[in-house]
């Protein structure tokens, strides 16, 4: 069975940093590009992030390019996603997903909140 | 970016009723990918390449469409498929997802 559990959520200020975490099992990670997607209080869904299986290539929306970074680490089966410069336009449900061949969002952990407030 | 507008924006059906959610593209796609989230819970996986049934849905959806225009059509609403409806493109990037047609039971 397929699961994907994120952490690493909460609430944060303004302009700092938070790193979300998402472990995944039940499938060989490393065969797999990987996704961020996030959905606002009452809002519809918005692709963060997706990379690569090895990593190496890394993709973003203009809305988060240059303050989020997606990473990951196959031998530990796990997903990241540093955030810095929150802003409260920031604040959603974040999902760790795994983004299939021909684009889409196949399984979906079941969030992690990040609130960003002062 | 692909625009996807999805209508309508809200609907109730009663059991039994046969339901048409439609979603538009602004741009000519391959393919449409079909989301379901009921209340508190997240996404799931419901309809890929058009008109391919995720695991373990049932077989009163279907989708269909091609070019800029996508549907996906329950054939006799039952209650568990009272849940918001989300299509979703990833021809190109940005993948980007509608609005969403949120489905209410009658």
């Known amino acids: 069975e397929v699961q994907l559990v994120e952490s690493g959520g909460g609430l944060v200020q303004p302009g700092r940093s938070l790193k979300l975490s998402c472990a995944a099992s039940g499938f060989t990670f490393s065969n797999y590009y990987m996704a961020w997607v996030r959905q606002a209080p009452k809002k519809g869904l918005e692709w963060v992030a997706t990379?690569?299986?090895?990593?190496?290539?890394?993709y973003y929306p203009d809305s988060v390019k240059g303050r989020f970074t997606i990473s990951r680490d196959n031998a530990k089966s796990s997903l990241y996603l540093q955030m810095n410069s929150l802003k409260s336009e920031d604040t959603a449900t974040y999902y760790c997903a795994r983004h299939d061949k021909d684009g889409w969002f196949a399984y979906w952990g079941q969030g992690t909140l990040v609130t960003v407030s002062s | 970016e692909i625009v996807l507008t999805q209508s309508p924006t809200t609907m109730a059906a009663s059991p039994g009723e046969k339901v048409t959610l439609t979603c538009r593209a602004s741009s000519s796609v391959s393919y449409m990918h079909w989301y379901q989230q009921r209340s508190g819970t997240s996404p799931k996986l419901w309809i890929y390449?058009?008109?391919k049934l995720a695991s373990g849905v049932p077989n009163r959806f279907s989708g269909s469409g091609s070019g800029t225009s996508y549907s996906l059509t329950i054939n006799s609403m039952e209650t568990e498929d009272a849940a918001t409806y989300y299509c979703q493109q990833g021809s190109s990037y940005p993948p980007t997802f509608g609005g969403g047609t949120k489905l209410e039971l009658k």
């Open positions: 990379i690569s299986t090895s990593g190496s290539r890394t």
């Open positions: 390449e058009t008109s």
